[in-house]
């Protein structure tokens, strides 16, 4: 069975930073396409950043260039986003997907405030 479960989000303060992982089962986060998403209260679920199948094509959204890095540990079969700087507007749930099986996780709230 396809799996995706997303740990490590929190309150941060503006400027801090946060690492949410997305472990997978069912299937290696080495041989597909993992993204992660995001969706602020209000809005819609948006694209914030995806990694290719080995080690391949790395995308992120223009509001997260230079401040998220997306990566992969295929040992842990897990996939990072390391976020820095963050920002208030950042603020949201955050869902890591693997778009060939059409899973999400169940996501994890980042809050970011003073």
């Known amino acids: 069975q396809v799996q995706l479960v997303e740990s490590g989000g929190g309150l941060v303060q503006p400027g801090g930073s946060l690492r949410l992982s997305c472990a997978a089962s069912?299937?290696?986060?080495?041989?597909?396409?993992m993204t992660w998403y995001r969706q602020a209260p209000g809005k819609e679920r948006e694209l914030v950043a995806g990694i290719g199948s080995g080690g391949g094509t790395i995308r992120y959204a223009d509001f997260v260039k230079g401040r998220f890095t997306i990566s992969r540990d295929n040992g842990k079969n897990t996939v990072t986003l390391q976020m820095n700087s963050l920002k208030p507007e950042d603020t949201a749930a955050y869902y890591c997907?693997?778009?060939?099986?059409?899973?999400w996780g169940q996501g994890v709230q980042v809050t970011v405030s003073s």
């Open positions: 997907r693997a778009p060939l099986y059409d899973t």
């Open positions: 069912g299937f290696s986060v080495r041989s597909v396409y």
